[in-house]
């Protein structure tokens, strides 16, 4: 007779296929193919074989082998090779063909054996229906029908068990739709683990190509703007030497320190630490300044507005663009004199160099305007650069602070 436990064998001998008690994703799609899928075709297998041993002891201890030992061998053949190849089958033609074939053959086999193999072969059934992925109303309706094999008794004992069965099946068709959305879950939670990884080697990737760019940008602001003011000063140092030994000692001491500070800024760079300024940022341009007046371009620096202090991101950009154009108009204005302007204004901190040099058709290119740009799009500035042949340049930024 029917076994209302008949449900959670099912579960067990599903979940018996899975290492340490777990139970192990499958892959629904019937094209995919897995371990994980052919474990559970291999339980629901181990299931049929079982209630096919049952019938067969029956058989064997009522001595009269008859037709539901023959209808139970195809049952079990069907449930066993062909549910495993219907499975790896496209459409839900072969699905439904399938549960076709099976049903009424489980209800012979029921009427001719009413015992736990025959019931069995029925809650195997359903639970395979569930895995094929029949649509939900086919699916209820196999469950539905599947109380009806007892028909055949009395009303009460008839009700009796067609609500046990029907609980076995309906149990056994319930575990195993959650056994099929864990899968989909560990399923998704394996793709969702797998772009995370992608996403952080591209974000890695990122981090690397920015922190590349920052330490080139470091290189051409802070070692290109020394050795520009070194190579200027050894000039100059050479232009005196023969009429004024003492003036040319001078600029080559004041040399010495600019190649001293390039050596401490190429370390800096190795390393690629961004080491903050602790002057203020007016007093970091004098310096700039005078350095550029020394070099021989005569220079001046105006702040206005009130001033404030600044974070070391602003604080570095600035600096580096008041760097670039000093580096820039001794290099190539040919100017008599720059104008460095600091403007602290509501919400923007501005910065420009001017000069009055021979200028440019304005077309600006090259690293150093580059890196600049770079620093202001990161802060959310923005970097201009004018310029005409003939009347000078003029560099400016702009950073919010």
């Known amino acids: 007779m029917s076994n209302p436990r008949i449900g959670f064998a099912v579960f067990s001998s599903v979940s018996a296929g ?18 994980h899928s052919d474990r559970m075709n291999r339980a629901l297998g181990v299931l049929t074989c079982g209630a096919f ?7 064997l201890g009522s001595g009269k082998p008859g037709l539901g030992l023959v209808l139970g061998a195809v049952f079990t053949t069907l449930g ?13 033609w072969w699905a439904a063909g399938y549960a076709v074939v099976q049903l009424p053959l489980a209800f012979v086999i029921f009427t001719i054996d009413a015992g736990v193999g025959a019931t069995l072969f029925l809650v195997v059934l359903v639970s395979q229906c569930v895995l094929l992925r029949l649509p939900r109303p086919a699916i209820a309706l196999v469950i539905a029908v599947v109380p009806l094999v007892h028909l055949g008794m009395s009303l009460g004992d008839g009700l009796r068990e067609g609500i046990g069965t029907l609980m076995s099946v309906l149990f056994a068709a319930i575990i195993t739709e959650l ?15 797998e772009k995370l990884r ?30 520009t003011v070194v190579q200027m000063q050894v000039k100059a140092a050479r232009a005196v030497l023969p009429t004024d030994p003492a003036k040319a000692d001078e600029v080559l001491s004041k040399a010495q320190d600019q190649a001293e500070n390039a050596l401490t800024e190429v370390r800096r760079s190795v390393r690629a630490l961004r080491e903050p300024r602790s002057t203020p940022l007016p007093e970091a341009l004098r310096a700039l300044v005078e350095e550029t007046s020394a070099a021989g371009v005569p220079a001046w620096l105006a702040v206005s507005g009130t ?13 580096r663009a008041a760097q670039e154009g000093l580096t820039n108009v001794r290099k190539h204005a040919a100017a008599g004199r720059a104008d460095v302007e600091l403007e ?19 077309a600006a290119t ?18 201009t650069f004018a310029s005409t042949p003939g009347h000078g340049s003029a560099l400016s930024m702009e950073i919010p602070g």
């Open 18 to 35: 899975a290492p340490n008690g777990r139970v192990n994703a499958f892959v629904v799609d019937r094209r995919r193919r897995t371990p």
């Open 53 to 59: 041993l049952s019938i067969v002891f029956g058989v």
């Open 80 to 92: 066993t090779v062909g549910f495993g190849w219907v499975r790896g089958r496209r459409g839900p």
């Open 179 to 193: 056994l099929l959305r864990e899968q989909r879950s560990r399923g998704e939670l394996a793709e969702a683990h």
């Open 198 to 227: 992608d996403y952080a080697a591209q974000a890695e990737r990122l981090a690397t190509a920015q922190e590349r760019n920052r330490v080139a940008r470091d290189i051409h602001d802070g070692l290109g703007h020394s050795l």
């Open 307 to 319: 001033e404030r202090p600044l974070t070391d991101g602003p604080r570095e950009a600035l600096y």
């Open 344 to 362: 602290y204004a509501e919400s923007v901190v501005r910065l420009s160099v001017r000069d009055d040099g021979v200028g440019t058709d304005g």
């Open 366 to 383: 090259g690293y150093g305007l580059l890196g600049l740009r770079e620093r202001a799009e990161h802060l959310g500035g923005e970097v």
